[in-house]
T-cell receptor
Framework: DGGITQSPKYLFRKEGQNVTLSCEQN?????MYWYRQDPGQGLRLIYY???????QKGDIAEGYSVSREKKESFPLTVTSAQKNPTAFYLC???????????FGEGSRLTVL | AQSVTQLGSHVSVSEGALVLLRCNYS??????LFWYVQYPNQGLQLLLK??????LVKGINGFEAEFKKSETSFHLTKPSAHMSDAAEYFC??????????FGKGTRLHILP
């Protein structure tokens, strides 16, 4: 089935460790996005990529990094510089003709 | 830049009653407007979208939304609430630079 796959679904890490969240899509979409979700704050854009080998910072990019070496993949690294990394992370890809976003199931990161 | 305001972080309605979730966008008309639904620990699913073809948009699960330019609003409604409608609902808009901006969300509670 076509869709977005995020892994892992749950992740626990110690403070000071970098963590990479995986996001893969087989929808042939050019655009991909990473959002962070915290209770009561909605979805905040971390990074987005409109095409392979290019990406832009969103509203809360500090402490995060991404790469877009393949159309299908858009991994997010949460670095030790991110002051409050515990959150629910959502990856999405977009049909740029309709603007519609397709979301993965999310990754819940807990930093101990 | 676009902004989205959802009035009411929590809304409670009785089963069978009208559901009304409010969304206002900033003054410039966005290319697209969306409503998404999120069930616990899952990604977001598209309920409906406005793309300027019609001001009254029908979506899945009996939901609909009306675009009102004069009020800069895109409120979501459903005539009769069902227990399965309990979830968090997000209004979103696209910007011309392909960024997609979300409101903070409204959690809908259905009372038996």
């Amino acid at each position: 089935d076509g869709g977005i796959t995020q892994s892992p679904k749950y992740l626990f890490r110690k403070e000071g460790q970098n963590v990479t969240l995986s996001c893969e899509q087989n929808l042939n979409h050019d655009a991909m996005y990473w959002y962070r979700q915290d209770p009561g704050q909605g979805l905040r854009l971390i990074y987005y990529s409109q095409i392979v080998n290019d990406f832009q910072k969103g509203d809360i990019a500090e402490g995060y990094s991404v790469s877009r070496e393949k159309k299908e993949s858009f991994p997010l690294t949460v670095t030790s510089a991110q002051k409050n990394p515990t959150a629910f992370y959502l990856c999405a890809s977009a049909n740029t003709n309709t603007g519609e976003l397709f979301f993965g199931e999310g990754s819940r990161l807990t930093v101990l | 830049a676009q902004s989205v305001t959802q009035l009411g972080s929590h809304v409670s309605v009785s089963e069978g009653a009208l559901v009304l979730l409010r969304c206002n966008y900033s003054s410039s008309v966005p290319p697209y407007l969306f409503w998404y639904v999120q069930y616990p620990n899952q990604g977001l699913q598209l309920l409906l979208k406005y793309t300027s073809a019609a001001t009254l948009v029908k979506g899945i699960n009996g939901f609909e939304a009306e675009f009102k330019k004069s009020e800069t609003s895109f409120h979501l409604t459903k005539p009769s609430a069902h227990m399965s409608d309990a979830a968090e609902y997000f209004c979103a808009v696209t910007q011309r630079d392909d960024k997609i901006i979300f409101g903070k969300g409204t959690r809908l509670h259905i009372l038996p």
